[in-house]
């Protein structure tokens, strides 16, 4: 099972953005040296209580040339909000830099207020979306292409470098309602999962009908499944369970008041919406959490956590988020990633 951490590179109360910055690129030197698969890279505008993330392609840059074997991504990056030419070009380039070790995570977000900002409506991200994507993938063959779309046009165009990996980078979609599984599956696409707005039985049936729709397209194996979740490992039961506790509680608070504002937003689909999940999320327990939504524990119950993740959802792969909240002490951040990379990854190799 591949084992890669989630980064905001994320911003807090008494840290100056160059602390952020510097944080985030001794986790990025500490996952290199003690062996965990890959980084992958969030997007995240207008937020600067939050995270510096703003331009996760230009720090992917940099984690390429300071390590030699970590596999870096995004998850992910928000292809409506910039021009598909332009991504091309740029995911190429960190690709040739990496020298193959680059993924392409993409999405298009499930929270508005960056598309307000860059004046863009949210009403439009699907259909841009798809578009962006079909442009990208035709620029990669490297051939002069043109496209006529409803919001793209490419009028014969050639773009340099294509990708160092041939076809392309290998892609992975985040998938959060019902449909896109299915759609997915049927497109033969690696996916992003998460149980922020699902429960593990909701979940379960949606990576069912993917591997489902996945086989009766035709394509080989069964897909590709990875999961996203909180993850925090203590030396002691109590650790893993006090130290993180108001960093998570303020995680899903926050996501519970991300949730709530969008409500009403045009082009929300109702499952990423309401349909009471921001009041389901702020009002968690952290019994709750523990069972439903985080894997936090020793070494021991981490092992048996994600065997039982590993069976119940088919899982191909944990991008785990070591520090959800933000919250958490570098020290801790980093002692947890060592137990994680020491004593739980090789009882899945």
């Known amino acids: 099972m591949f084992f890669g951490a989630f980064m905001e ?24 040296e003690q062996g965990l698969d890959g980084v992958w890279l969030a997007e995240l505008h207008f937020n600067p209580t939050r995270s510096v993330m703003s331009s996760p392609i230009v720090i992917a840059s940099s984690i390429a040339t ?9 998850a992910v990056y928000v292809l409506p909000l910039s021009n598909p030419l332009r991504i091309a070009e740029e995911v190429a380039t960190v690709d040739h830099i990496s020298e193959g070790r680059f993924e392409f ?3 298009r977000s499930g929270f508005a207020r960056s598309y307000d900002v860059f004046s863009i409506p949210y009403s439009e991200s699907q259909e841009r979306f798809a578009e962006s994507l079909n442009i990208i993938l035709q620029a990669w063959e490297g051939n002069e292409f043109s496209y006529e779309g409803k919001y793209y046009n490419v009028d014969k165009a050639t773009i340099s470098p294509v990708p160092f990996q041939q076809p392309h980078p290998p892609l992975r979609i985040a998938a959060n309602s019902a449909d896109t599984f299915v759609r997915l599956g049927e497109a033969g696409h690696p996916i992003f999962v ?37 993850v925090y490992a203590g030396e002691t039961e109590g650790q893993a369970m006090d130290e993180p506790f108001e960093s998570i509680s303020g995680y899903f608070g926050r996501m519970g008041s991300l949730y709530r504002e969008q409500a009403g937003k045009s082009g929300l689909e ?25 894997a936090f524990g020793t070494a021991e119950h981490l092992v048996d956590r994600f065997n039982e993740l590993k069976e119940e959802l088919g899982l191909d792969g944990v991008v785990a988020e070591l520090n959800p909240g933000g919250l958490i002490p570098e020290e801790r951040v980093l002692r947890s990633l060592k137990i994680v990379t020491e004593k739980v990854m090789p009882a899945f190799k």
């Open 66 to 74: 300071r390590t030699k074997r970590l596999r870096v991504g995004m």
């Open 270 to 294: 109702a499952t990423e919406l309401a349909d009471g999940r921001a009041e389901r999320l702020a009002g968690l327990s952290y019994e709750d959490m523990l069972k439903t939504k985080i």
């Open 9 to 32: 590179f994320g911003n807090r109360v008494g840290v100056s953005e160059a602390q952020a910055f510097q944080e985030g690129f001794r986790m990025v030197d500490a996952a290199e």
């Open 194 to 230: 998460g149980l922020r707005g699902m429960d593990i039985p909701e979940l379960r049936q949606n990576v069912d009908a993917y591997r489902k729709s996945w086989r009766k397209a035709g394509h080989p194996g069964d897909g590709d499944v990875s999961l996203r979740i909180p």
């Open 105 to 107: 995570g993409i999405g």
